[in-house]
């Protein structure tokens, strides 16, 4: 984890985990709709936890041009 990068492989980087994130975030989202209803309570905040990731992400990628609190 010593390695030295570089700005474009940091922005690769951080582009790959807000794709998994929006990933992780739709797999749940679908999975929230087949199952019970406590599971289905669990995966919804664990999609919600995704959205905050990715949300994140976005806003270090392009500063500013996402909408404030819901």
Known sequence: MADT?????LLRRIRRARDWALQQEDRL????????EGSAS??????RAFNAVRTVLDEIIEPGKHAGPE
């Open 29 to 36: 989202a679908l999975k929230t709709d087949a199952d019970t």
């Open 5 to 9: 990068v570089d700005a474009d492989e």
């Open 42 to 47: 669990a995966n919804a905040e664990r999609a």
